[in-house]
């Protein structure tokens, strides 16, 4: 029997072939929901850091403090500003230094009087003064393909112990996805308990999130790369596997579903899945239609915001397979759309995010949402580098 990492390079590879990256079934759900009222995403402010690097992302703001903790890239750095964007303290993480997330860190999360980081195989728990304390490694193998988004965060129990919620790229199960037992074991998220973590050999990552029995991802078919785009509010996962077309709901650290409904997109292209087994990987070598892809989920102020790509048939992709630069044509036509939804309505007319924003990075618990600066709409470099605050606002027009 072949372990999910055994085909795993398999897969990849086979996604540098043209078009692969777009492949898919050939259905799609359309949009039939009645707007009562009408909002849309406003950029109210901006955060200036006086720092140039690559990328620079929010990673937590705390509600009580407004403290903002920021993460670096190159180099692996976490800093905590103030509200006034004062620092208060910063680390350098190194790569050979185990006593932390090292050189890859991806994300990051205030918890109860520290932080926490996610980085791959880890979770780092540091004191307020950025002073490591200890590291969690799950007990299961697990790889991140997606080093942009947020994975971990911090909710209390009923009884006001804290908790984390983390993703590490794949669900807790040794069968890769061209096995049934893969979506029988699927799970979305882990619950973690730093707090009961003294020694390797415990296991305080408990998955919760099955697959619903009613999933289309039951379908008998291999669906490469499913994972959870998801965000968490108070104590209630909000998420969407990242191309469906459900919101799920579910209760932490229990894990029971409370609610889902059916998102109401424009378009979306559905990937119906590849035939199991290794088959499936060569099958992905044929051209097939760009599958509709959900990047970013926020519960906001009782919304929810979905940021997504429709996706393309294969039809239209093909009017593009003589132009010098096929990928930007793609970009172009099939570029990121957001909704806000209210008890399952569709209640903005605009799908188009402002130009300015190049993605959202997080919302916090005040109703504000942190959008990164597209740079490709200046004219001159950057001296600073600039994060955007957003509000849902009602839509007057």
């Known amino acids: 029997m072949k372990t999910k990492h055994a085909l795993k390079i398999k ?58 903790l920021v993460i670096q890239r190159r180099p692996s750095k976490a800093i905590i500003f103030n509200s006034e964007l004062e620092v208060l303290v910063e680390k350098e993480f190194l790569p050979s230094d185990p006593k932390g997330p090292g050189a890859a860190l991806k994300s990051g999360t205030f918890f109860g009087d520290g932080v926490a980081f996610n980085s791959p195989n880890r979770v780092s728990i540091f004191d307020g003064n950025l002073e490591f304390q200890k590291v969690l490694r799950p007990h299961y193998a697990s790889q991140m393909f997606d080093q942009t988004k947020k994975d971990i965060y911090q909710f209390s129990t009923d009884s006001g112990e804290p908790r984390l919620v983390s993703f590490f790229g794949e669900p807790q199960t040794e069968f890769w996805e061209g096995m049934q037992e893969f979506y029988d074991e699927f799970n979305v998220v882990d619950i973690v308990d730093p707090a009961q973590y003294s020694d390797p050999r415990d296991t305080v990552f408990m998955p919760i999130g099955e697959l619903t029995g009613d999933s289309r991802y039951r379908n008998g078919k291999a669906h490469y ?144 949402l942190y959008g990164s600066q597209n740079t490709k709409m200046l004219e001159e470099e950057p001296e600073k580098y600039t994060i955007y605050k957003l509000k849902i606002v009602p839509d007057e027009n």
């Open 225 to 368: 790369f499913l994972s959870p785009v998801f965000d968490v509010k108070e104590n209630t996962l909000h998420y969407v596997l990242n191309d469906d077309t459900v919101l799920y709901r579910r209760q932490l650290p229990e894990g029971d579903i409370i609610e889902s409904y059916t998102i109401p997109y424009d378009e979306f292209i559905l990937f119906e899945g590849y035939t199991m087994g290794e088959a499936g990987v060569a099958e992905q070598n044929k051209p097939h239609d760009r599958e509709g892809k959900v990047e970013e989920v926020y519960h906001v102020d009782g919304f929810d915001v979905i940021f997504y790509h429709s996706g393309m048939k294969l039809s239209q992709m093909m009017n593009y397979r003589e132009s010098p630069d096929p990928q930007k044509e793609f970009e172009r036509i099939d570029y990121k759309k957001y909704l806000i939804i209210k008890d399952g309505k569709r209640v903005n007319l605009e799908l188009k995010l402002n130009p300015k924003i190049q993605s959202i990075q997080l919302a916090d618990e005040n109703g504000f």
């Open 11 to 68: 897969v990849v590879l086979a996604l540098l072939i043209p078009f692969v990256t777009y492949s898919c079934g050939g259905s799609s759900a359309q949009d039939e929901s009645v707007e009562s009222s009408n909002y849309k995403l406003e950029i109210v402010d901006s955060l200036q850091f006086d720092i140039i690097t690559p990328v620079l992302q929010i990673a937590d703001v705390d509600p009580k403090t407004g403290n903002i």
